[in-house]
């Protein structure tokens, strides 16, 4: 073989590893900002529960925080960085499912005996399915909510949340409608937590199952809280 085709061969070789590099960093890259975004997610989401529980306060307790929350001049802002980290975390999921389908285009079955056990589950199987119907029903939480019925405290410049609240889960459809979607986000943080802290990198013998402990007890914590709300409203026959 001559100099300048070993030099060609080389150069096709190299070409090839580099993307092949480019393509690893780009996909962990991916799996970091789906990470970090679900995590900030879930943040949000504990935050946004120990706020809505204040309802079993009563109407007056409910409506003074989120008066308090919405006429903060912050508010605006911190709505547009949620919804930029919510949209990039399904944006990056998506892509990442789409490039594993491309790469894998035949499915393909974990044995146990060939390693060590599966963490293959019925959450982390519908993971995309999942976060789908999330992001529809987060449109239709924000419709009903953020967006629907005005009603204003009696004597105060104050929106009556409260009574919207009740007025809305005095219906058994809207009920049915919270309790699925809540049972789904439910399912997609069982696996969700613990794959973000894996894609992170804290993956230990003596910590990972202390994650997956930890991240299922949240799921259902976090699940059980927003499930509540409607099924106490609903119940007590308002």
Request: glycine share 8%.
């Amino acid at each position: 073989m001559s100099s300048e085709a070993a030099l060609l061969v080389f150069r096709r070789r190299f070409a090839r590893l580099s993307d092949g590099v480019t393509a690893l960093s780009s996909t962990i890259w991916t799996k970091v900002l789906i990470a970090l975004s679900g995590l900030a997610l879930v943040l949000y989401l504990v935050l946004h529960l120990a706020g809505n529980v204040l309802i079993f306060a009563g109407a007056e307790t409910f409506n003074k925080y989120s008066h308090t929350l919405i006429s903060n001049p912050l508010v605006i802002p911190a709505e547009l960085a949620l919804l930029a980290v919510f949209l990039l975390h399904v944006y990056k999921t998506v892509v990442m499912w789409a490039t594993n389908q491309r790469a894998r285009p035949t499915a393909y079955h974990t044995r146990r005996w060939a390693g060590p056990p599966s963490r293959k589950s019925w959450a982390s199987s519908t993971m995309i399915l999942t976060g789908i119907v999330t992001l529809l029903f987060v449109i239709v939480h924000v419709a009903t909510f953020k967006f629907g019925t005005y009603y204003a405290v009696e004597g105060q410049d104050i929106r009556d949340l409260y009574r919207l609240e009740i007025e809305t889960f005095r219906r058994p459809g809207w009920v049915a409608v919270y309790v699925a979607g809540m049972t789904l986000i439910g399912f997609h943080l069982w696996h969700g937590f613990s794959s973000a802290f894996e894609s992170l990198g804290a993956r230990h013998p003596r910590y990972t199952p202390r994650i997956l402990a930890l991240g299922r007890v949240l799921a259902v914590a976090v699940a059980g809280g927003f499930m509540a709300i409607p099924l106490w409203i609903y119940f007590r026959g308002w």
